[in-house]
């Protein structure tokens, strides 16, 4: 800090600018860099996001004929009868024999009209089973689930049941739960169309090559993209793998763990025939590659901001300090006995102080002159009097120049409203009265009116009931002040047209007025009490009235302010 202020302020200038700079530079580049690389991630989400979603939509129109395959033996007349045929009962699990052919015959004619069907399965209420695979099975298979007594109680059979006619979508083979199986598999519950009545289940198993088909084609030229398929509920959640299968493991859990600060980033889309979680994902480091470069062109940027700032800044102080080495060598030539200043500032802060420095001590000189002659003296006096009342009367000629030459120019508005301040004004002057009649302060008001309409767009109306004490005379703006208030504080924020109602009325030798407004009112009435305006009035009444005149105000929200006045009577 004490070699700071060693410095000129022309080198602290400097140095605040390169410091300001750089700093300002600094925090843009890390911000665009962030911002960038959040940008990346975004478009890299967004993109792939809709890549999965035409990849579930690949997966949907495959599915969608498979199931409609599967549905199609609800419409099979012989099949149903073969399903639910009483003499299945006599054979344990096995269905009859001329039932198990029907049945056969139309499991096997569903499965050759398309290639991805692995193999389905038959189950009845009953407990019968019928398996029929495009590929061989070993016969323990078999056995297993021919032995097996409780067979509808396996849970994916209750939850079938549960889904009552819908396809439960499974991303193993239930029949052989292994979660590096090639197939799928899908329970749908065999409801008679009928009656509503269950006939039975049956179990499609599909070949995962249907996900290949879907995901196979996208390359999206990063080295660590994968795409998967993910079943939250299942035992194995994971249904499909594309992609390094080295880190498989690490990117399921991963994302299971919803984990958003690893080194991966995750895209999905929820598959609605299935319930799956169609994945993107890749390592974070590779996108960061992309950011790198852009944070290299903002590091260049950067510096090149810094360097222009410097120059620019060392420009700026020379312009800043040039006013001070004036100012400086001004100070020194009047130390040194000087008596007019000739030195020319600048506009600047600094230069308006080397003016103004500039006209005290020229100044001095004209007052140590004035000074010695009291006439010249007095006659300032009187000059400065002077213009205080000639220069409200150029104002006024002002105004009226300024509406004809609107009248000239055709320009209505523009003339009404310069009418209207000329006719405020001079009514303001009061030919330097300071009493005024109740007709001329309510004419004033009427002006002032006509310009708050113009800027308002005729929001506002003036209700005057004030006849019978309009030739009363009272001290000059004791009336306008609250007519401006009510404007500022209740009528410019009411929402629609607002009204201004002035009353008067003579009683007892006393004059009652009531200014009323419907505007939002108040709840502190402190805000009207401590205007200036306001003050001002009540000082005036009181200087002039008496104390025991004044004004009063009540308020209510969202109703309105009404202002009551007494002051004594004065024809």
Do not use: C
Not at 134 to 143: A, D, H, L, N, V
Not at 236 to 254: C, H, M, R, T, W
Not at 376 to 388: D, G, K, T
Not at 512 to 532: A, R
């Amino acid at each position: 800090m004490d070699l700071l202020k060693k410095l000129k302020i022309k080198d602290q200038i400097l140095l605040a600018m390169i410091i300001g700079s750089l700093l300002s530079s600094a925090v843009l580049g890390v911000a665009i860099f962030n911002i960038s690389k959040i940008t990346i991630e975004n478009n890299y989400k967004n993109s792939h996001t809709y890549n999965l979603q035409v990849s579930s939509n690949i997966i949907d129109i495959q599915l969608k004929s498979i199931i409609e395959l599967g549905r199609s033996v609800l419409n099979n007349d012989s099949f149903k009868k073969a399903l639910t045929g009483e003499e299945n009962n006599k054979n344990g699990r096995y269905f009859s024999s001329i039932n198990s052919l029907t049945i056969s015959r139309t499991v096997s004619e569903i499965a050759s009209h398309d290639v991805l069907i692995d193999g389905i399965t038959i189950i009845n209420e009953n407990g019968n089973l019928l398996f029929f695979s495009k590929r061989s099975i070993p016969s323990g298979y078999y056995k297993y689930y021919y032995s097996k007594d409780n067979f509808l109680e396996n849970a994916w059979i209750q939850k079938a049941r549960e889904a009552k006619g819908k396809e439960v979508f499974y991303g193993y083979n239930v029949l052989i739960p292994d979660q590096e199986g090639d197939t799928i598999s899908y329970v749908k519950n065999l409801i008679n169309p009928r009656n509503g009545s269950s006939m039975g289940f049956m179990v499609v198993n599909i070949r995962k090559k249907l996900l290949d088909k879907a995901f196979g084609t996208l390359n999206e030229g990063y080295s660590t993209n994968r795409y998967m398929i993910i079943d939250e509920n299942s035992i194995y959640p994971s249904v499909y793998f594309n992609g390094d299968q080295s880190a498989k493991n690490i990117i399921l859990e991963d994302y299971l763990k919803k984990n958003t600060r690893g080194k991966y980033l995750f895209s999905s889309y929820l598959n609605d025939s299935t319930g799956w979680m169609a994945v993107n994902v890749i390592e974070k480091e590779e996108l960061k590659r992309d950011s790198a470069y852009i944070g290299e062109v903002i590091l260049v940027v950067v510096f090149m901001l810094i360097l222009l700032s410097i120059y620019i800044s060392r420009i700026i102080s020379n312009q800043i300090s040039k006013p001070l080495n004036v100012l400086e060598r001004t100070i020194e030539a009047v130390g040194e006995g000087h008596r007019h200043i000739e030195d020319e500032f600048d506009n600047s802060e600094i230069g308006i102080i080397g003016n103004k420095f500039k006209e005290m001590v020229n100044n001095n000189l004209e007052l140590r002159e004035r000074l010695l002659n009291a006439q010249i003296n007095e006659r300032e006096a009187e000059l400065l009097l002077l213009q205080a009342q000639i220069n409200p009367h150029f104002l006024y000629n002002t105004l009226d120049s300024l509406y004809f030459m609107a009248i000239i120019k055709h320009d209505d508005d523009i003339a009404k409203m310069v009418l209207a301040l000329s006719n405020t004004f001079k009514l303001s002057l009061n030919k330097g009265d300071k009493f005024i009649s109740v007709r001329d302060e309510v004419s004033r008001i009427k002006e002032y009116m006509t310009i708050q309409n113009m800027r308002y767009n005729d929001r506002f109306e003036l209700i005057l009931d004030i006849e019978e004490i309009r030739d009363y005379k009272i001290i000059n703006f004791i009336l306008q002040p609250f007519v401006e208030n009510a404007m500022y504080h209740g009528l410019e924020a009411k929402i629609g047209k607002g009204f201004i109602k002035i009353e008067g009325r003579h009683e007892e030798g006393n004059l009652y007025f009531k200014i009323i407004d419907n505007g939002v009112g108040m709840e502190d009435l402190s805000v009207l009490d401590n205007g200036y305006g306001v003050k001002n009035v009540k000082e005036r009444i009181k200087l002039f009235y008496g104390d025991e005149y004044g004004v009063s105000f009540t308020s209510e929200p969202n109703v309105g302010t009404t202002v009551s006045i007494v002051i004594r009577a004065r024809n």
